[in-house]
Nanobody, 119 residues
């Protein structure tokens, strides 16, 4: 099994910054894609950002120019740098990774970390 431990969430004023981290541990041979989702209260979960094993990134339009996703393969960790935060960014943020095994890939989810942006 693979465990994902998230950290870095908190309360910040509009215009501030936070950096989320998600470290994977357990029976890992390698990790392919990594990403971040978020779910606001009473809203559907949405994909925020992804990064491939080759380093290609994608972002939802609402965070482009403000958020940056990155990864440290040696530490099996994915990060989300969030700048110029807005109240609309308030949500629980979940990381996810695709772990690769000889028999195929498996998706794992973090426990979620709360991000609250006040106006």
């Amino acid at each position: 099994q693979v465990q994902l431990v998230e950290s870095g969430g908190g309360l910040v004023q509009a215009g501030g910054s936070l950096r989320l981290s998600c470290a994977a541990s357990g029976s890992i041979r390698s990790i392919s894609d990594m990403g971040w989702y978020r779910q606001a209260p009473e809203k559907a979960r949405e994909l925020v950002a992804t990064i491939t094993s080759g380093g290609s990134t994608n972002y939802v339009d609402s965070v482009k120019g403000r958020f940056t996703i990155s990864r440290d393969n040696a530490k099996n960790t994915v990060y989300l740098q969030m700048n110029s935060l807005k109240p609309e960014d308030t949500a629980v943020y979940y990381c996810n990774v695709i772990a690769v095994y000889p028999w195929g890939p498996s998706r794992y989810w973090g426990q979620g970390t709360q991000v609250t942006v006040s106006s």
